[in-house]
């Protein structure tokens, strides 16, 4: 019967404070500016002081709340076909290695079956990048006898990515499309191949932006968004698109009961393997982890049509409710939400898929229609929960 009230009063506040003018895009647009966000780095400074400055103007406290871990770097690493050098990267999580052995190419994406038809054993596998993760392919590869992978992107730039927080047992090396589809393209037969992948480890500092009125110190909800981006990559829809959509629903409900039963986070290090999200829920305390009805993750949501969300099911289903238009997908854990899920809390991720700029220099843009959309159903949603 309390929560009918709550929700009764909820309803029936004035919508002004609601339904203003969003400025999600504008703080992308500030986001971008500063370059590449990569946690470690002064332009992150920058960047969370930005945030700091935006939510003390909405009547929140601030906090940064630092963490240290160590990060994969690439010093230079290649494969080398014949007479041929191709420069890449390796993903993070994979070991460093120089590998001599034959070049085998996997028809397809890399899957067991695809495995099954051709003779790996002992060498270097080429695949294509798609349909199933990168560590699933690493570790068909590693079972079908490989030493290395190089796997191929399927979209036109480099790929920069991680094997998802794992760490694999043969090193690991993506190829940009333009440079990796004549592997692609070649005959299944072998031939002689260096793959050498030179890394390092480095400790970094990240730097999470944690918001929240002065007299919440339990929260009911919690709305995150990742702040960093890849190295080379201004990270418009990957993420500051999420990182805009939560500051402006904090900024909208800044005068409104929600806001006392809410905190905002913008997470430092999640393209690094979830750092930010990690270091926070390893260093609350288990009351306030436990107090925790919700967390909200907004992760690349300023570009492609159609918003989905997923996670907890109850909470999906919840969601779906509140907005019949919502579409559905299969919860992963690629992002800052998965870190909560772990410690038992309940999660949503918002998100509108992965698009062509993902991860490229090109990531610049997007549409501020989207992202007042994102805020709309993230607001209507925090209501419902609330």
């Known amino acids: 019967m309390k929560y009918a ?7 029936a506040l004035p919508t002004a404070s609601l339904a203003q003018s969003g400025r999600a895009g504008a703080d992308v647009e500030a986001l971008v500016k500063l370059g590449p966000r990569v946690a470690g780095t002064p332009v992150m400074a920058k960047a969370s002081d930005y945030l700091e400055a935006e939510y003390r103007k909405a009547g929140y406290t601030t906090q940064i709340q630092t963490f240290t871990y160590s990060r994969f770097e690439d010093l230079g690493s290649s494969l080398t076909a ?4 191709i420069t890449g990267l390796p993903l993070s999580g994979s070991v460093a290695g120089k590998v001599d052995a034959p070049l085998v190419v996997v028809p397809n994406v890399g899957r067991p079956e695809d495995f099954a038809r051709v003779d790996v054993k002992g060498a270097i596998a080429v695949v294509q990048r798609g349909e199933i993760r990168f560590s699933e392919k690493v570790q068909n590869a590693s079972t079908a006898g490989a030493v290395a992978v190089a796997i191929v992107n399927d979209r036109s730039g480099e790929l920069a990515a991680s094997l998802g927080g794992g760490v694999s047992k043969i090193p ?10 004549a592997l692609l393209q070649s005959s299944q037969t072998t031939q002689p191949a260096t793959l050498h992948v030179n890394t390092r480890q480095r400790q970094v500092t990240g730097r999470n932006v944690v918001a929240h009125l002065p007299s919440v110190a339990k ?16 990270g418009a829809n990957d993420n500051a698109s999420g990182t805009a959509v939560v500051l402006e629903i904090a900024r909208r409900i ?12 913008a997470f ?10 990690k270091a926070f829920v390893q260093t609350a305390q288990p009351q306030f982890i436990s107090s925790l009805k919700a967390m909200l993750n907004f992760d690349m949501v300023g570009v492609n049509s159609s918003l989905r969300v997923s996670g907890t099911p109850q909470l999906t289903a919840r969601a779906k409710a509140a907005q019949s238009g919502l579409s559905t997908s299969e919860s992963y854990s690629g992002s800052d939400h998965a870190s909560f899920a772990a410690a038992k809390v309940p999660v949503l991720f918002f998100h509108r898929g992965r698009e062509p700029n993902y991860h490229t220099p090109n990531d610049k843009q997007v549409d501020s229609n989207l992202l007042d ?6 607001l209507e949603i925090v209501e419902q929960l609330l």
């Open 268 to 277: 430092d290090g999640e393209e690094d393997g979830l750092h930010g999200s």
């Open 219 to 234: 929260p009911q909800i919690l709305l995150g968004a990742h702040y960093d981006s890849v190295p080379g990559a201004p």
């Open 172 to 181: 690991v090396l993506a190829l940009s499309r333009e440079q990796g589809s």
């Open 373 to 378: 959309e994102t805020v709309s159903v993230g």
């Open 254 to 265: 800044s005068k409104t009961p929600l806001a006392n039963q809410t905190w905002f986070v």
């Open 82 to 85: 014949g007479k041929s050098k």
């Open 5 to 11: 009230i709550l929700i009764t009063t909820l309803v």
